[in-house]
């Protein structure tokens, strides 16, 4: 037998490398294994860079600054499905972290992680898929991306997987991307109503929370809400809320219940089941403050429907608001105000409220906190609007005083809405005494001043409710608030401007306030605004009439008209038509320049001195009226007169002779014109006995036109030199101002003014106009009677005080224009 030769064992290939077990223990080189060629070395370099990602937000910095996030992006699309799940776990987990976050932007890698949401792909790879998103769902180009790129389809799919973390990173992304209306619009579409639904029964609190939020955001689309009625999702909300063990997710649940009730048909739905009744039962007996303050809100979105406000108030839903009052919440009773104040756009609902609400409210006023304040005070603007009998309410709930001291609140809100109630209250007669006993005018000087235009606008209209008192309009003036309310005129707010105007002619209604406010620059503000064709509006117009009709010198020197009933009382001057622009003086101020060659000043005063002084002193010892002092000006001028000899009648305007009016220099006064005066009882003799308006008026032009020199013909009119005698007149009194009396050669302007002030002194309704070149005339209005009695409409004639005097020129006529421009 043959010897059996061992056979040796072949040598491995040489191009087979022998199995190579690495342990490293630095990022770097694990980083350097993603560019192997071989899966299982890909696999295993990702798995420990997860596991170095989820020690800490360092190490994803770290894997970061190695270029990692470069490597693992290639590896999102590796055929593997090993490396690809490992590489998407690296990115869901390193993606909470913000620079990160930046670098997966630029890197793009939206697109890739939606295409791995796709149903044949591992649920792990589903998990950090749907995490990475959602971290990176939170900026708005992300979201953009999300939504072109098609990512929401595949996402509201993923709601229905059977793994909770798909679930959870699904529904959080969509609750970002939700965020944006055009998301919400495109989920309504994609039916995501169901599967929101479905995941309120979970058994994970977190899901049911998110879905709820979810809800909640996309509730407010009225699309939403109709596919939540139609899917009986409002049952399963109500559900929610019967159920005590689900307490944590009341306050959500209540939320988009809020946004179903904004809307009529569903709220109708609601009611109809029942549904509604079972909500406000549930509000009523809750404690948690939470859910009173966001229901409350609820009710406040809701009432802005006129048809809402009507079921609400059907079921009562008052009650339930009043009870929040009383709590102990801020918060709570804040938005329980606010829903009162909404709920006030029902008339019934204002009537409940006011009733029992109004004191609680009054109550509130006084909270330390501001914002409980401003909500008080601004229910109680909307429930005293428009409503006397609630007024009345605050009023017996002592609420003046809280509300003065709400004007000096920290909140503009708060201040706007006191004033308003405030206003709201000036309208019955007891509480407007109680308010201006108070001091409002001197309080709303403030809110005058202030930058806010709702409080400016607000404190302007309270200027002109109150500024109808004579007292009220001496405190204003008195504290100062004249000034920012003229500031006022010149805001941009149509509405602050127009309730300025408004008020400006309430306060010009007496004459000290209406020369203070033309001191302040009223007169040229309101022109200003009368002649821009935007900014002028009615009152505007109206205050300027009513301040130049309580100024008339200023107004007869801006606008060349006194009408009828425009009486000229003592102090009035004529000083020429003022240029558009200039200071318009004072009479002090005036007679206070020296003697130049510009046109005299002509004065209007019959009072005597000795009247004056008696005045003065009545007014410190009584409450005499100024009328009665000028009754008795009148009557105890008589005989002091008649005893004075005629050098001491005709009295220069100087300074001396004004110290001597008033010695102690308090309040400077014209001096007084005893010609005029005894002109004016003359007339008062003469003329005002005569029987009919023609006869006196005639009278009376004859009287003027011989006082100032008789007729002049019209051929001679320029041989009249009455600008000589004025001149010698102004070097006697070494002064420009002028009293008419002195006037003996009178033209035009001198003889229309005098006969405008006796006719006025007399009950003789004229009007006195100024023309170009010195001329001036005076319009009347006589009625006819014809031949049958037949009571005939009055004509308008212009009195002859120069050629023919006594004349009467129908006005329109031939005559009457020539007289007025020759």
Same mark, same amino acid.
């Given at each position: 037998?043959?010897?059996?030769?061992?056979?040796?064992?072949?040598?491995?290939?040489?191009?087979?490398?022998?199995?190579?077990?690495?342990?490293?223990?630095?990022?770097?080189?694990?980083?350097?294994?993603?560019?192997?060629?071989?899966?299982?070395?890909?696999?295993?370099?990702?798995?420990?860079?997860?596991?170095?990602?989820?020690?800490?937000?360092?190490?994803?910095?770290?894997?970061?600054?190695?270029?990692?996030?470069?490597?693992?992006?290639?590896?999102?699309?590796?055929?593997?499905?090993?490396?690809?799940?490992?590489?998407?776990?690296?990115?869901?987990?390193?993606?909470?972290?913000?620079?990160?976050?930046?670098?997966?932007?630029?890197?793009?890698?939206?697109?890739?992680?939606?295409?791995?949401?796709?149903?044949?792909?591992?649920?792990?790879?589903?998990?950090?898929?749907?995490?990475?998103?959602?971290?990176?769902?939170?900026?708005?180009?992300?979201?953009?991306?999300?939504?072109?790129?098609?990512?929401?389809?595949?996402?509201?799919?993923?709601?229905?997987?059977?793994?909770?973390?798909?679930?959870?990173?699904?529904?959080?992304?969509?609750?970002?991307?939700?965020?944006?209306?055009?998301?919400?619009?495109?989920?309504?579409?994609?039916?995501?109503?169901?599967?929101?639904?479905?995941?309120?029964?979970?058994?994970?609190?977190?899901?049911?929370?998110?879905?709820?939020?979810?809800?909640?955001?996309?509730?407010?689309?009225?699309?939403?809400?109709?596919?939540?009625?139609?899917?009986?999702?409002?049952?399963?909300?109500?559900?929610?809320?019967?159920?005590?063990?689900?307490?944590?997710?009341?306050?959500?649940?209540?939320?988009?219940?809020?946004?179903?009730?904004?809307?009529?048909?569903?709220?109708?739905?609601?009611?109809?089941?029942?549904?509604?009744?079972?909500?406000?039962?549930?509000?009523?007996?809750?404690?948690?403050?939470?859910?009173?303050?966001?229901?409350?809100?609820?009710?406040?979105?809701?009432?802005?429907?006129?048809?809402?406000?009507?079921?609400?108030?059907?079921?009562?839903?008052?009650?339930?608001?009043?009870?929040?009052?009383?709590?102990?919440?801020?918060?709570?009773?804040?938005?329980?105000?606010?829903?009162?104040?909404?709920?006030?756009?029902?008339?019934?609902?204002?009537?409940?409220?006011?009733?029992?609400?109004?004191?609680? *409210? !009054?109550? /509130? +006023?006084?909270?330390? @906190? &501001? =914002? #409980?304040?401003?909500? %008080?005070?601004? $229910?109680?603007?909307?429930?005293?609007?428009?409503?006397?009998?609630?007024?009345?309410?605050?009023?017996?709930?002592?609420?003046?005083?809280?509300?003065?001291?709400?004007?000096?609140?920290?909140?503009?809100?708060?201040?706007?809405?006191?004033?308003?109630?405030?206003?709201?209250?000036?309208?019955?007669?007891?509480?407007?005494?109680?308010?201006?006993?108070?001091?409002?005018?001197?309080?709303?000087?403030?809110?005058?001043?202030?930058?806010?235009?709702?409080?400016?606008?607000?404190?302007?209209?309270?200027?002109?409710?109150?500024?109808?008192?004579?007292?009220?309009?001496?405190?204003?003036?008195?504290?100062?608030?004249?000034?920012? *309310? !003229?500031? /006022? +005129?010149?805001?941009? @707010? &149509? =509405? #602050?401007?127009?309730? %300025?105007?408004? $008020?400006?002619?309430?306060?010009?209604?007496?004459?000290?306030?209406?020369?203070?406010?033309?001191?302040?620059?009223?007169?040229?503000?309101?022109?200003?605004?009368?002649?821009?064709?935007?900014?002028?509006?009615?009152?505007?117009?109206?205050?300027?009439?009513?301040?130049?009709?309580?100024?008339?010198?200023?107004?007869?020197?801006?606008?060349?008209?006194?009408?009828?009933?425009?009486?000229?009382?003592?102090?009035?001057?004529?000083?020429?038509?003022?240029?558009?622009?200039?200071?318009?003086?004072?009479?002090?101020?005036?007679?206070?320049?020296?003697?130049?060659?510009?046109?005299?000043?002509?004065?209007?005063?019959?009072?005597?001195?000795?009247?004056?002084?008696?005045?003065?002193?009545?007014?410190?010892?009584?409450? %005499?009226?100024? $009328?009665?002092?000028?009754?008795?000006?009148?009557?105890?001028?008589?005989?002091?007169?008649?005893?004075?000899?005629?050098?001491?009648?005709?009295?220069?305007?100087?300074?001396?002779?004004?110290?001597?009016?008033?010695?102690?220099?308090?309040?400077?006064?014209?001096?007084?014109?005893?010609?005029?005066?005894?002109?004016?009882?003359?007339?008062?003799?003469?003329?005002?006995?005569?029987?009919?308006?023609?006869?006196?008026?005639?009278?009376?032009?004859?009287?003027?036109?011989?006082?100032?020199?008789?007729?002049?013909?019209?051929?001679?009119?320029?041989?009249?030199?009455?600008?000589?005698?004025?001149?010698?007149?102004?070097?006697?009194?070494?002064?420009?101002?002028?009293?008419?009396?002195?006037?003996?050669?009178?033209?035009?302007?001198?003889?229309?003014?005098?006969?405008?002030?006796?006719?006025?002194?007399?009950?003789?309704?004229?009007?006195?106009?100024?023309?170009?070149?010195?001329?001036?005339?005076?319009?009347?209005?006589?009625?006819?009677?014809?031949?049958?009695?037949?009571?005939?409409?009055?004509?308008?004639?212009?009195?002859?005080?120069?050629?023919?005097?006594?004349?009467?020129?129908?006005?329109?006529?031939?005559?009457?224009?020539?007289?007025?421009?020759?």
């Amino acid at each position: 037998m043959g010897k059996k030769v061992k056979k040796e064992a072949e040598p491995p290939p040489k191009d087979v490398f022998d199995p190579l077990l690495i342990e490293s223990k630095t990022p770097a080189t694990v980083v350097l294994m993603l560019s192997s060629p071989e899966n299982e070395v890909l696999a295993k370099a990702c798995d420990a860079l997860y596991k170095f990602a989820s020690k800490g937000d360092e190490n994803k910095v770290t894997l970061l600054g190695l270029g990692a996030l470069e490597q693992l992006y290639k590896l999102l699309s590796h055929e593997d499905p090993l490396v690809r799940r490992n590489a998407v776990m690296v990115f869901g987990i390193m993606a909470s972290n913000h620079d990160v976050k930046k670098l997966l932007r630029e890197l793009d890698v939206t697109n890739s992680l939606i295409s791995h949401l796709a149903p044949e792909e591992d649920v792990v790879i589903h998990e950090f898929a749907t995490l990475c998103l959602a971290y990176m769902a939170v900026e708005y180009t992300t979201k953009v991306k999300i939504f072109e790129q098609g990512g929401l389809e595949p996402l509201i799919r993923l709601l229905g997987s059977l793994d909770p973390d798909v679930k959870k990173n699904s529904l959080e992304c969509i609750y970002l991307l939700v965020q944006d209306f055009q998301n919400r619009a495109a989920v309504c579409e994609l039916n995501i109503i169901p599967p929101l639904l479905g995941l309120l029964e979970s058994e994970y609190p977190v899901i049911q929370l998110l879905a709820l939020q979810t809800l909640e955001v996309i509730s407010k689309e009225r699309e939403t809400r109709i596919l939540l009625g139609e899917n009986k999702g409002l049952d399963c909300l109500l559900k929610i809320l019967e159920n005590n063990e689900l307490s944590d997710l009341h306050v959500e649940t209540l939320a988009v219940l809020g946004n179903c009730l904004e809307d009529v048909h569903i709220l109708q739905q609601i009611q109809l089941t029942g549904g509604l009744k079972k909500l406000l039962s549930f509000l009523e007996v809750s404690t948690v403050p939470d859910i009173q303050k966001n229901a409350a809100k609820a009710i406040t979105k809701a009432a802005y429907h006129s048809e809402i406000r009507k079921i609400l108030h059907w079921e009562e839903v008052e009650k339930f608001l009043l009870s929040l009052l009383d709590t102990n919440n801020d918060e709570v009773k804040v938005a329980a105000s606010q829903a009162i104040s909404a709920m006030c756009d029902n008339i019934d609902s204002k009537c409940v409220l006011g009733f029992q609400g109004i004191p609680q *409210l !009054v109550q /509130l +006023l006084s909270s330390d @906190n &501001e =914002e #409980v304040k401003e909500a %008080a005070v601004t $229910a109680l603007t909307n429930l005293t609007t428009a409503s006397p009998r609630n007024t009345s309410i605050v009023a017996e709930a002592e609420g003046i005083e809280p509300l003065m001291n709400t004007l000096n609140a920290q909140r503009d809100g708060a201040i706007s809405n006191a004033i308003a109630v405030l206003t709201n209250l000036s309208l019955q007669e007891p509480s407007r005494v109680n308010i201006q006993s108070q001091g409002i005018m001197s309080a709303l000087v403030g809110p005058l001043r202030s930058t806010n235009s709702q409080v400016q606008s607000r404190a302007a209209f309270a200027v002109a409710a109150f500024g109808c008192d004579a007292d009220a309009r001496t405190e204003l003036r008195n504290a100062g608030g004249l000034g920012p *309310l !003229v500031e /006022l +005129l010149h805001s941009k @707010n &149509e =509405e #602050v401007r127009r309730n %300025a105007c408004w $008020a400006v002619m309430v306060c010009g209604s007496d004459e000290l306030t209406a020369v203070e406010l033309c001191r302040l620059g009223a007169l040229d503000i309101l022109e200003e605004i009368n002649q821009s064709t935007k900014r002028k509006n009615k009152f505007s117009e109206a205050a300027l009439e009513k301040l130049l009709d309580n100024n008339l010198s200023q107004k007869y020197s801006r606008m060349g008209y006194l009408s009828s009933s425009n009486i000229i009382t003592n102090g009035f001057y004529d000083c020429g038509q003022i240029k558009h622009g200039e200071k318009f003086l004072s009479l002090e101020e005036l007679s206070k320049q020296e003697l130049t060659d510009r046109r005299a000043i002509i004065f209007i005063n019959a009072k005597p001195q000795e009247s004056v002084i008696v005045e003065n002193v009545q007014d410190e010892s009584s409450s %005499a009226s100024g $009328a009665s002092s000028k009754e008795k000006a009148r009557k105890g001028k008589g005989k002091k007169e008649e005893e004075k000899p005629k050098e001491v009648t005709e009295v220069a305007v100087t300074h001396t002779v004004q110290e001597e009016i008033n010695p102690e220099n308090s309040h400077w006064l014209p001096p007084p014109d005893f010609i005029l005066m005894d002109y004016i009882n003359d007339a008062s003799k003469t003329i005002l006995p005569l029987t009919s308006t023609r006869e006196q008026v005639v009278a009376l032009a004859q009287f003027v036109a011989d006082k100032m020199g008789g007729s002049v013909g019209r051929e001679q009119l320029h041989n009249f030199f009455w600008e000589l005698d004025l001149s010698k007149i102004e070097f006697e009194l070494k002064s420009n101002v002028v009293p008419i009396g002195k006037i003996k050669r009178g033209t035009f302007y001198h003889r229309a003014l005098l006969f405008k002030v006796i006719a006025d002194r007399i009950g003789i309704g004229c009007s006195l106009v100024r023309g170009k070149y010195n001329r001036a005339w005076n319009e009347v209005k006589l009625v006819e009677h014809s031949p049958k009695g037949l009571l005939l409409p009055p004509q308008e004639y212009i009195v002859d005080l120069m050629f023919e005097p006594g004349s009467l020129l129908k006005q329109g006529s031939a005559k009457a224009d020539q007289y007025k421009r020759i």
